[in-house]
């Protein structure tokens, strides 16, 4: 009797360990193995990510619905920064923001049936699990802003007081804050949705057929499910501001025009899109009349879309001045720059790719300007181009015969003072980028071309020879190898290249902050030193927030047009 008991109990915790590793187990478990081993591996990434990365982000967002001057907390505002800065452009871009939102999830509904539909499989089981897993991502990211006020008010509260009184009263307010606010309440209940989630998921995988897909059906209805919340609040959250802006307006007896210009714009966008679309598809028809039709009706579409967006410089001109000039300004170095930086660097490195004396020697010469401190290089830049008669630019000009000019110093157009050399009225709107802004151009220009004949060099190494033999075997000359076959398989790498130009050119801060000068007159200030400025003389932290939000929205929008246009163009051999 006894043995029996003694081998019973024995066995009770062997099979408990194998009830427990029964959900590894089989081909589901391999890839429970594999998921919970990869997720491991990258938590610590996604730790780092996420305080570094996402929460900056969503604090930017935050921040940027608060205002106040000097004041990190600040009062709620909405839109109220987006507007200041945009005007009435702002409710436009929000509700094409829910429109994006809507269409990314429609994509993803699209993407998901797809796959179900070849695989003749049911993904509709696992939209609990998706919707659950989405409703706790949304009631976390709810609880950032509900908990951020009183969090960032304990800094306020702890002013006055010594080091150990204010170690003795931050887990207090930090309680209090945790608790008043209601946080608290909806932090559990996205803990519990993510907790439901996983426990619907896990049953759900338990009693349906077998499949590999379970995760990505799962994921892609998340993101649906997700978008689509987010699209409702921020359609929500526009429409209610526009309402306070009428009730504000009436009664101060003024009239707005906020829903004539929504309308007018966004239905300009549309008809350029739709004549894009309109004629992308005139070259596919059969006869000339139907192409000459299709190229015609693309025309008028394109004439009336300009008509009704005309509304915009007039929405514009109630912005703010200075972000629009920024704007224009970044867009100026970003035309300056990256199309001569990557000209000159892929034809350094054809060059630099021949069979040459002391090529290496002129390689590391090259790329000595990008691996040089920044700063440094700037503020000799700012020595050799000096306003002054005797400085080092001005005196190479005047051995040559010409007159000094401002270089750093001067607000006024390239097209403007070439103009006046040639006796030639030019309107402002034409004069383009100031002299000054295009010293950082070419300092820019001269920083980044070696970064770029690095790249165009790995690429040319990767070209076989067989190519260029066969073509000259078929009497092919030296631009046409060039044209056919080495611009062709360079393609990736000038793809790479120029999306990290734009979003480095949309961003640069650094070097132009080093060289611009006050007598400039701000001609110089891109949109990243628009947002310093706000924030750091003028203390409007929610506006600066607001700016750099809108700036992401700028450069995103930039990369995924760039991704459009160049991705059927990208041979990947």
Do not use: C
């Not at 005309?310 to 920024?326: C, N, Q, R, Y």
């Not at 008669?389 to 270089?407: D, E």
Request: hydrophobic fraction near 55%.
């Amino acid at each position: 009797m006894s043995d029996r008991a003694v081998t019973s109990q024995s066995n009770v915790p062997v099979q408990a360990e194998r009830r427990s590793l029964a959900i590894f187990s089989g081909r589901r478990g391999l890839k429970r193995r594999e998921a919970v081993l990869a997720y491991l591996f990258l938590s610590p990434a996604i730790i780092i990510i996420g305080l570094f990365g996402l929460f900056p982000l969503v604090f930017s967002a935050y921040q940027s619905t608060r205002a106040g001057l000097n004041n990190v907390v600040g009062r709620p505002d909405g839109l109220g920064q987006y507007v200041r800065s945009m005007d009435n452009l702002a409710y436009v871009l929000a509700f094409w923001m829910a429109l994006f939102l809507v269409v990314v999830a429609v994509r993803q509904i699209n993407e998901m049936l797809s796959a179900a539909r070849a695989k003749e499989e049911n993904p509709w089981r696992w939209l609990l699990p998706g919707a659950l897993n989405a409703a706790g991502l949304g009631l976390l990211l709810w609880f950032v802003f509900v908990f951020m006020p009183g969090l960032l008010e304990i800094g306020e509260q702890l002013v006055g007081f010594t080091a150990e009184e204010r170690n003795e009263l931050f887990p207090q307010l930090l309680r209090e804050a945790w608790s008043t606010t209601g946080a608290s309440t909806i932090f559990f209940y996205g803990v519990l949705a993510l907790i439901l989630s996983g426990v619907a998921y896990f049953f759900i995988q338990r009693n349906s057929p077998p499949t590999l897909r379970d995760s990505f059906y799962t994921g892609k209805l998340t993101t649906a499910v997700f978008m689509t919340v987010l699209a409702v609040a921020l359609t929500w959250l526009t429409y209610g501001e526009i309402q306070t802006a009428y009730a504000e307006a009436l009664e101060a007896g003024e009239s707005l025009a906020i829903w004539a210009q929504i309308v007018t714009i966004s239905a300009g966008f549309m008809l350029l899109l739709l004549s894009w679309l309109v004629w992308r598809t005139a070259a596919h028809r059969e006869s000339n009349l139907q192409t000459g039709l299709r190229f015609l009706g693309a025309i008028l579409l394109m004439v009336g879309g300009w008509v009704l967006i005309s509304e915009l410089p007039v929405v514009i001109a109630e912005g703010d001045k200075d972000w629009w000039i920024g704007l224009r300004t970044t867009i100026y170095y970003v035309i300056g720059t990256l199309p001569a930086e990557l000209g000159f660097g892929l034809v350094l490195a054809t060059l630099l790719y021949q069979n040459i004396k002391a090529k290496g020697l002129f390689r590391m010469i090259f790329f000595l300007p990008y691996i040089t401190p920044a700063v440094g290089a700037a503020a000799v830049f700012k020595v050799l181009f000096s306003g002054n008669p005797t400085g080092t630019m001005n005196t190479v000009l005047a051995s040559l015969g010409f007159p000094p000019l401002g270089w750093l110093n001067e607000p006024n157009g390239i097209n403007q003072l070439i103009g006046e050399a040639l006796n030639i009225n030019i309107p402002a709107w034409a004069a383009g980028p100031s002299l000054a802004l295009v010293v950082a151009i070419i300092f820019g220009i001269w920083k980044f071309t070696g970064y770029n004949v690095v790249f165009f060099l790995a690429g040319l190494g990767n070209i076989s020879r067989e190519y260029y033999e066969a073509a000259s075997m078929d009497g092919a000359g030296r631009w046409a190898q060039f044209r056919h076959i080495t611009l062709p398989l360079l393609s990736p790498i000038t793809y790479f290249l120029t999306i990290f130009g734009v979003i480095g050119t949309f961003k640069a801060f650094n070097t132009i902050f080093v060289l611009r000068s006050r007598a400039a007159l701000g001609t110089m200030d891109t949109a990243s030193l628009v947002i310093f400025d706000a924030f750091n003389r003028d203390t409007r932290i929610g506006y600066a927030a607001a700016l750099g939000i809108v700036l992401l929205i700028v450069i995103l929008s930039a990369t995924a047009l760039l991704d459009r246009v160049a991705k059927g163009r990208v041979f990947y051999g």
